[in-house]
């Protein structure tokens, strides 16, 4: 299956000034969440990222992983 579909979303969201909301992307354990995101933000995606986040103090990426977390109380801990 591609993920050409996540990574045109990806790439329109980091292109908006600014957005109001998250982004999560979900699947089944073991479905290659994390190998996705870390191919996309590196090479010449982790160069594109990196200008966006200089053109304003403003803005900031945060990648969190929920691996091991069984509850909310988890997350938040």
């Known amino acids: 299956m591609s993920n050409e579909h996540i990574k045109k979303f990806l790439d329109e969201y980091l292109a908006k000034p600014i957005n109001d909301y998250a982004v999560l992307i979900t699947g ?3 479905s290659g969440k994390t190998y996705f995101i870390s191919q996309y933000m590196g090479g010449e995606k982790d160069k594109k990222i990196r200008n966006w986040l200089m053109d304003s103090i403003d803005r900031f990426v945060v990648y ?3 691996f091991g977390a069984k509850s909310r109380e988890d997350i938040e801990n």
């Open 64 to 66: 969190v992983s929920l």
């Open 28 to 30: 089944c354990w073991g």
